[in-house]
């Protein structure tokens, strides 16, 4: 009876599973088919200035209002989730490749150079993660690419420790041992039985960031180091409304909504990938 049970209860974990899988996969790859489609789903030019209709409020016309401008709100933000999604996609990419390769290195091969390189991902540790970003873009001046750089820096170490971590724990397994005694190379081994038994952690953490990625380049483009206007990028159209939100909040309730809806998605479907890719 009790065995019933359990089966029973493993099966509604398994349905809800899928079924959270299905809504917020569907919802994170619809947010980026929005971000892909971008410039044919604009209603208006969200770079055309009509001072006619400025600062307009939200209505039939304009559904999320006008800037100062008289730019199409929902326009900008439609076409900032370009800039916004993309560069964090493009970032989480990279340092995901960048901190999975020295993880690998460090955990599978050890020795100095596994010490020299924890050593130097320790450096990078040490620092407050946003104030170090903040320093880096400011000194390179700016921009959406050198924010991401700046952010890069500070993210690489963490994928690199889930990386060294995981390649310890199996590098010494049975199957590794016998792979070795039946010849297979140093490259063999990484490809075929390293990256496919570390790759669950690893995905699992790079899609939980990229909600964090989408929240720290739009936090750069609030502090004017990230896109500079007229460039349509929701931290830098939240910067520009600031001074009007008691006056005209819409300016900047609309692509603070759009970060906020974003990141919640993206963090659902890395939960939901979590539980999918966890054994247990």
């Known amino acids: 009876m009790e065995e019933k049970i359990t089966v029973r209860a493993q099966k509604i974990v398994k349905n809800r599973t899928k079924f959270k899988m299905i809504v917020f996969g569907g919802l994170a790859v619809l947010v980026i088919l929005i ?3 971008a410039p044919y789903l604009t209603p208006y030019d969200p770079y055309e200035q009509n ?5 307009q409020p939200p209505g039939a016309s304009h559904l999320l209002g006008t800037d100062r401008y008289g730019r199409d709100m929902l326009s900008r933000v439609i076409i900032g989730s370009q800039t916004t999604i993309f560069s964090a996609l493009l970032l989480v990419t990279v340092i995901t490749c960048v901190g999975g390769a020295v993880g690998i290195i460090c955990g599978y091969y050890g020795g100095k150079l596994d010490s020299f ?3 130097v991902s320790d450096i990078f540790l040490a620092f407050p993660g946003m104030v170090f970003a903040i320093a880096v873009a400011s000194v ?3 921009g959406v690419m050198n924010a991401a750089v700046a952010l890069a820096c500070i993210s690489w170490p963490k994928y690199a420790r889930i990386t060294r971590s995981q390649v310890m724990m199996i590098k010494h397994m049975p199957y590794m041992e016998a792979a070795k ?3 297979s190379g140093t490259f063999k081994m990484i490809g075929k039985h390293v990256v496919p038994n570390i790759a669950g952690p690893v ?3 790079a899609v939980l960031d990229i909600g964090t990625m989408i929240m720290e380049i739009a936090g ?3 502090l004017g180091l990230g896109a500079a206007p007229p460039t349509a990028e929701w931290g830098s159209m939240m910067s520009s409304g600031r001074s009007m939100l008691q006056t005209s909040p819409w300016v900047i309730l609309a692509p603070g909504c759009a970060i906020f809806l974003t990141v919640v998605i993206f963090n659902l479907a890395g939960d939901t990938v979590r539980d999918v890719l966890d054994p247990r």
């Open 140 to 142: 390179m001046n700016g």
């Open 220 to 222: 750069l483009s609030f």
């Open 181 to 183: 005694l039946s010849g």
């Open 203 to 205: 995905v699992v953490t």
């Open 51 to 55: 001072l006619s209709i400025a600062l």
């Open 117 to 119: 390189l924890m050593r």
């Open 35 to 37: 971000a892909s489609l």
